[in-house]
C-alpha cells in the first residue's frame, strides 16, 4: 500500500501541476493579445477551459488528500479507494469507454475537416494539426505498451 500511496501523492502533485500550467499559460497569453488574438468569446472561452483544469486539480486531489490522510473517520480507507479503482469490472468499463469515446471524436473531427476545412484554410490546417497530433499520440501508446506487455 505504501507504493500505491506515493502513486496517489504523484498524481496529485502531476494534476496540480498540470493546472498551474495551464493556468500561468492561458493568463499568459490572454494578457499578450499581441501573441493571440482574444476577443470578447475568445477570452471567455479560455477563462472557462482554465477553470475547468484548476477544478479537477482541486477536486482530484481533496478527494485524494480525504483517502490519503484518512483520520478514523467515515471516509474511504487506502484499502478500498485501491480495489475500488482496480476493479476489473470498472477498468473495462473505462477502457470500453475511452476507447469509443477516441473513435468518435476521431469521426467527427474527420467529418468536420471535410465538411468545414473545404470553406476555411486556418480551420483545415488546425483540424490536419489535431489528426496528425492523434496519429503520433496512438503510434507512441502503440509501441509502449507492446514494449511494455
Known sequence: MEKYRR???LRC????TIAAVVAVL??????N???LSFDGYGAVSNGLVIAFVVYYALVYCLKT???LYNDKRKRQSLKEYYEEEHEERKVLIDQKTASYSVYLLLFLIVIAQIVV???NSSVRVTLNAVLAAYVV????MLLYFRHKY
Not at 26 to 31: E, R
Open 117 to 119: 476545412g473545404s470553406q
Open 137 to 140: 499520440v496512438s503510434l507512441g
Open 65 to 67: 488528500g480525504a483517502v
Open 7 to 9: 502513486t496517489l501523492i
Open 26 to 31: 492561458g493568463f499568459y497569453f490572454q494578457a
Open 13 to 16: 502533485i502531476g494534476s496540480i
Open 33 to 35: 493579445p499581441i501573441k
